[in-house]
Structures are given as structure tokens and as C-alpha cells.
């Protein structure tokens, strides 16, 4: 603050700026601060401790756009076979939906325990102050709930270098957590035979895996 105070009276005496304007370039230099702030990178060991306090916000695929799209599609078909196929084609998407969701809510129900989770749906992620959360139950849970204690956002993607399947984890400014936080993860070093094997879900899986990985860096890091 004392920087700032210094540029404004250097402008005020040597410049000779208009009064209305110093006062508008103060208050972009006080407020330039907290900015920087939130556009640095989050740090992991912080992260992993506020994570632990938190909740970690699933955000999960609703396939809404490609199952409206073939609603209406199959709505002004009016040939039969073009109509059948197209509404195989939206059950077997809406199917793949409440699969995913049941698999995952099932997962974080079951193996996860690090921290408290609810989840969204994509579609509903544009204000995320306005979105719909779901605890494990299906039950909806308040914004202002969520927000008494430090959100953690888990993303379904792709990986930007070989664009394998991914679930990654952002802080509540949308920011990616870094290395050596327990990040990206990917379908590596998988045994789908072992798997079918032992009759577990790739879901559960996934999700066992963040959670030990999760417990152990936080272990390390406490």
C-alpha cells in the first residue's frame, strides 16, 4: 500500500493529473493485488489441507446436449427406420448417463472417504453460484452450505498432451492444483483382466485410487 500511495502523489506533482482520474487509478492499484492473488497457481500443499476441510464438487457428464439433440431429431423423423435407429441411439446415450452417474455416486459412497462430496451436472457449471448440487443421496444441497468451507472442483477431461481420459481437480477459482498435488487421473497401469476378475467397477477403481493418493500426500504434508 505504501508503493501505491507513492505512485499517486508522483502523478499528482508531476503529472498534474485531474483529481476524478488519481482517484480512479488508486483504485485499480489497490485492487490489483488480490488479482495477482487469485491468478497465481494454487499451492499443493495448501491445497491438499483445505481439500481436506472441504468438499470436492463432482462434476459430471450429463450428455445433455446429445440426448436433446437426438429427442428432436426422432420427434420430426417420419421414417420408421430412421426414427428406430435414433431412438436406439438416445436410449443407449441416456443409458450411458445414469450408468456413469449411478458408478460414480456408488464409487464416492463406497472407497472415498477424504473428504465430503457432492456433485453437479456439465450442463449446469456456467454460475456455478447458481448451479444444482447434489449430495450422495440425490438430495439437493444449498450454495450457501457448500460454501462455508473450501470447494474443490473434479472435472471429467481429456489430458492435454495425448488427450487420454482424465479427471483433474481445480481450486474454486477454476485453477488447475500443480504438481505434486495427486492430479490427473488416468486410465495408466489399469489391469481391466484384474478388474473383471475381481468383479470392481472401473469407477471404483478410480476413485480408491484418488482417495489412498490423496491420504497419502496429505499424510506427508501434516
Not at 505504501?2 to 476524478?20: A, E, G, H, W
Not at 489497490?30 to 495448501?46: C, F, K, L, M, S
Not at 477459482?173 to 495408466?188: E, L, T, V
Request: aromatic share 14%; with cysteine; proline share 5%.
Amino acid at each position: 500500500m505504501k508503493d501505491i500511495s507513492c505512485n499517486v502523489r508522483f502523478l499528482i506533482t508531476k503529472l498534474r493529473t485531474p483529481k476524478l482520474l488519481i482517484m480512479m487509478i488508486f483504485f485499480i492499484l489497490a485492487a490489483w493485488r488480490p488479482i495477482t492473488v487469485y491468478g497465481q497457481a494454487p499451492d499443493p500443499v495448501a491445497s491438499i489441507k483445505d481439500l481436506k476441510e472441504g468438499y470436492l464438487l463432482v462434476r459430471l457428464p450429463a450428455y445433455k446436449a446429445k440426448i436433446d439433440t437426438l429427442t428432436a431429431m426422432s420427434a420430426r423423423s417420419t421414417d420408421e427406420k430412421r426414427k428406430k435407429r435414433l431412438d436406439d441411439q438416445l436410449r443407449e446415450a441416456i443409458e450411458e448417463r445414469d450408468t456413469l452417474l449411478a458408478d460414480y455416486v456408488d464409487a464416492f459412497k463406497n472407497v472415498y472417504h477424504f473428504s465430503k462430496v457432492a456433485y453437479f451436472f456439465d450442463y449446469d457449471g456456467r454460475d456455478l453460484n447458481t448451479a444444482n448440487y447434489y449430495n450422495l443421496d440425490g438430495d439437493r444441497i444449498a450454495v450457501a452450505d457448500l460454501s462455508e468451507g473450501p470447494l474443490f472442483y473434479l472435472h471429467f477431461e481429456r489430458t492435454e498432451v495425448d488427450a487420454q481420459d482424465a479427471l483433474v481437480v481445480y481450486n474454486r477459482y477454476i485453477k488447475k492444483i500443480p504438481d505434486p498435488f495427486p492430479n490427473d487421473f488416468m486410465r495408466g497401469g489399469i489391469n481391466f483382466l484384474f478388474l473383471k476378475l475381481s468383479d470392481k467397477k472401473f469407477p471404483t477403481w478410480r476413485v480408491s485410487r484418488m482417495d489412498k493418493k490423496f491420504y497419502k500426500y496429505w499424510g506427508e504434508n501434516s
